[in-house]
T-cell receptor
Framework: DADVTQTPRNRITKTGKRIMLECSQT?????MYWYRQDPGLGLQLIYY???????NKGEISDGYSVSRQAQAKFSLSLESAIPNQTALYFC?????????????FGAGSRLTVL | KQEVTQIPAALSVPEGENLVLNCSFT??????LQWFRQDPGKGLTSLLL?????REQTSGRLNASLDKSSGRSTLYIAASQPGDSATYLC???????????FGKGTSLLVTP
């Protein structure tokens, strides 16, 4: 099993629908992140969480919300999806005690908003 | 804001060649720099991490260097193989904050 699991892997939805992307990890890491990848734009940080009670906005948080249900679970929600949220979404984890902050990524969730 | 640039955007080489991928960043106050590999339909895999106090890191056929003062890092791949074909991403972590700033990547194709 993958260390960082994202569900769903692919999702097609319509404008205005609510969408949740889920992420779970077995690494035991305390920090979790959601990134968005668009062709030609690289990865951009949406939200990050340093522990269950700590949630922070990243570079492009507008239109998104997150929930850290447990240390191992971090979900990303689009309350009302719009076409320019079509992208590849990655969840990542890191261990604050390691010092190096090496990220472990999930395989990605491809979202298409029609 | 830290800007990370990767050149070239795409590269095609025959198998066996040694090659260099370039990454530049605008703010030299970095904590560390990472090189990632991304295969189509898959996530990112961390290849090498260089702390700001280090000059280079090696792993197998990969060698990454860091010149903080000039805002540059290179990823050297020796004796390239078709299995090296992927997109390579450079990411910089600043001294303040938490986020990684990613470049747009270099798409590498190694032909048999």
């Amino acid at each position: 099993d993958a260390d960082v699991t994202q569900t769903p892997r692919n999702r097609i939805t319509k404008t205005g629908k609510r969408i949740m992307l889920e992420c779970s990890q077995t690494k035991g890491h305390d920090r979790m992140y959601w990134y968005r990848q668009d062709p030609g734009l690289g990865l951009q940080l949406i939200y990050y969480s340093f522990d269950v009670k700590d949630i922070n906005k990243g570079e492009i948080s507008d239109g998104y919300s997150v929930s850290r249900q447990a240390q191992a679970k971090f979900s990303l929600s689009l309350e009302s999806a719009i076409p320019n949220q079509t992208a590849l979404y990655f969840c990542a984890t890191s261990d604050s005690t390691s010092g190096a902050n090496v990220l472990t990524f999930g395989a990605g969730s491809r979202l298409t908003v029609l | 804001k830290q800007e990370v640039t990767q050149i070239p955007a795409a590269l095609s080489v025959p198998e066996g060649e040694n090659l260099v991928l370039n990454c530049s960043f605008t703010d030299s106050a970095i904590y560390n720099l990472q090189w990632f590999r991304q295969d189509p339909g898959k996530g990112l895999t961390s290849l090498l991490l260089i702390q700001s106090s280090q000059r280079e890191q090696t792993s197998g056929r990969l060698n990454a260097s860091l010149d903080k003062s000039s805002g540059r890092s290179t990823l050297y791949i020796a004796a390239s193989q078709p299995g090296d074909s992927a997109t390579y991403l450079c990411a910089v972590k600043g001294n303040s904050g938490y986020a990684l700033n990613f470049g747009k990547g270099t798409s590498l194709l190694v032909t048999p």
